[in-house]
């Protein structure tokens, strides 16, 4: 073979390398646009071309009492699984990375576990456990706000562990030993030197954290009250029924609320290391 | 004096030693009372639910009165695999995830590989614009794909403009519909597996092979392929999984009638209260699951481990 031959071959490589590319990015980006696209209609039927442009679906929004209960309920849920998850999770986290000790493994497989069970299984297991613990305990249980409150933060749980016992990988705990022989007690190391240091990790757990459990709808499908939905819940049943602006809209503002805390977070760890 | 030397060193040693078991001792306290807290409520919150679902998958329903009763019999199990309605859906769905997985492999791979290689300062806005449709959730994407698949939408309205065709093709409540939306919530996934497992990959080993006359495909084949096998096992396995239990996408792109095992089993205990079958379909699709993840991890191990 020529070189310039070997050479055209690398040119016409690299080409279809980035047709395919392009193709996986727009598969992935296109949902997204166009749902972006359709919250700007005039019309109310989602027919291409639009007729026109308008604001108003986003006036609407505020409206239908589905969406903002859910983003109500939606955000108070992510907000109490990520601390708790973080409270609970961050000292698990330190324990698997810095001890080592027999059912090390197991106890990390069993920590990362609410990762790999599929979200509908996940759902129905709680189910009938919620079910159970009811009939024993004669208390409300299922469909109450923390019965759902620990499902997630049993899923964000997997999320700190992870990130943080990555953070801790590359630390150096001759810091810690230097704080201590200066007279500092544990405590003190822990929130002086060891939790500043991890701060990234812990960052890009809790952002991980509260979109999994913002975002989550399997689970949360089966745990709901009556007359309770999430947003992700409420956002699939109107679209069960119908597609239109209004819940063009309703996405649009969830993509945006994401986005923004994803930039905020880029901000401190950059996202491109943790995922 | 050696002898009273000794007796020093030793009873040094001793309490050198007993200082560290007592360290020990702390330690493992310490290490006890930080992982416990999660241990249990992830134990108690998953691993008990979980035996719980599982007893109930032996217990008996009774059609007329809508009640679980307690047995232990394999009747639901059975039910399932003589049912063509059911093993149809196993198969669907197993078919449905496979030919994702495929989508996702062959656009993910070049995707995570210009990834994994670019030197723009975009790099960084590339990945996430990968990574924001992860998190904005199953049923926004949906969305988008209805939008874009409805009759009026906007392939159809485009390729009507274009005179391609003269009325809507239908596409949405397809079995095309439903791989294609999976397949894009899929695919970030295994961008994100491949494109980290090829930034380890140095880039003299490509070089080296072209400089010895290697063409791309052959250089893909022979040395990034095999170097990359671990981040493609990791993302296969992790989009097949998805793949198998997907619930939002089925549900809003294949319509009321395209079944799938994740929206059967929620049919199951939401519909027709038929919580000890719901509770056997769940296992179904968790034991399918893990053995095909399995069997995937043996047979490339002992394929390229020799």
């Not at chain 2, 939306?181 to 072209?210: H, K, Y």
């Not at chain 2, 549900?251 to 079944?259: A, D, E, R, S, T």
């Amino acid at each position: 073979m020529t070189a310039a031959a070997s050479l055209d071959s690398r040119r016409l490589g690299r080409w279809a390398l980035n047709g395919a590319a392009g193709l996986a990015l727009a598969l992935i980006l296109l949902p997204l646009i166009f749902v972006t696209w359709l919250a700007f209609f005039r019309q109310e039927i989602p027919s291409f071309p639009p007729e026109g442009y308008s604001l108003r679906w986003f006036a609407a929004i505020a409206n239908e009492k589905k969406f903002v209960d859910g983003f109500s309920l939606s955000l108070r849920l992510g907000v109490i699984a990520t601390l708790i998850g973080l409270a609970l999770g961050v000292p698990a986290a330190l324990c698997v990375a810095r001890f080592r000790f027999r059912g090390r493994e197991a106890l990390n497989s069993l920590l990362l576990l609410p990762l790999v069970v599929p979200g509908v299984v996940l759902g129905t297991s709680m189910y009938v456990f919620h079910v159970e613990t009811e009939n024993a305990l004669d208390v409300d249980v299922l469909g109450t706000f923390w019965a759902l409150a620990a499902g997630h933060v049993i899923i964000v749980i997997p999320w700190v562990v992870r990130l943080v016992t990555a953070s801790l990988a590359g630390f150096d705990r001759t810091i810690e030993e230097a704080a201590q022989n200066l007279g500092a007690n544990p405590l003190t190391t822990f929130f002086r030197v060891t939790l500043p240091m991890i701060r990234p990790g812990i960052v890009a757990a809790g952002l991980f954290g509260f979109v999994t459990s913002f975002g989550n709808l399997e689970m949360s499908l089966f745990l709901v009250g009556p007359g309770r939905t999430t947003l992700p819940i409420a956002i699939l049943q109107y679209l069960e029924w119908r597609i239109d602006p209004t819940i063009a809209a309703v996405s649009v503002l969830q993509i945006l609320l994401i986005g923004g805390a994803m930039l905020i977070t880029d901000r401190f760890v950059k996202i491109s290391r943790v995922v | 004096m050696a002898v009273a030397s000794t007796a020093t060193t030793t009873t040094t040693t001793a309490s050198a030693r007993l200082i560290a078991a007592e360290e020990r001792g702390g330690a493992r306290l310490t290490a006890a009372s930080l992982v416990a807290p999660a241990t249990v409520l992830v134990a108690i919150g998953l691993l008990i639910p979980l035996v719980i679902l599982f007893r109930y998958s032996l217990n008996e329903f009774v059609a007329q009165r809508k009640l679980m009763v307690e047995a232990v019999t394999i009747a639901n199990y059975v039910k399932f695999f003589t049912d063509p309605y059911y093993v149809n859906i196993l198969v669907r769905t197993l078919r449905v995830s496979v030919t994702v997985t495929a989508i996702c492999l062959v656009l993910g791979f070049p995707l995570a590989y210009v990834l994994a290689r670019t030197q723009s300062r975009f790099k960084n806005l590339l990945i996430m614009l990968v990574v924001l449709p992860l998190f904005v959730g199953n049923a926004v994407r949906a969305a988008g794909w209805m939008t874009l698949f409805g009759s009026k939408g906007a392939i159809n309205a485009t390729l009507m403009g274009l005179g391609v065709i003269s009325t809507p093709i239908e596409i949405m409540y397809t079995e095309t519909a439903v791989i294609i939306g999976i397949a894009a919530v899929n695919l970030p996934f295994m961008v994100l597996s491949l494109q980290s497992v090829i930034e380890g990959i140095s880039r003299d080993v490509e070089e080296a092979a072209f400089s010895l006359g290697a063409n791309p495909l052959a250089m893909f084949r022979r040395v990034l392929w095999p170097l990359a096998l671990p981040g493609v096992l990791a993302g296969t396995i992790l989009t097949f999984i998805l793949g198998m239990n997907a619930y939002a996408t089925p549900v809003l792109l294949g319509g009321p009638k395209f079944q799938m095992m994740g929206p059967l089993v929620y049919g199951q205990f939401a519909g027709v209260n038929n919580w000890p079958f719901g509770a056997a379909i769940s296992f179904i699709l968790m034991t399918a699951t893990l053995l095909l993840t399995v069997a995937a991890n043996l047979i490339v191990q002992r394929r390229y481990k020799r």
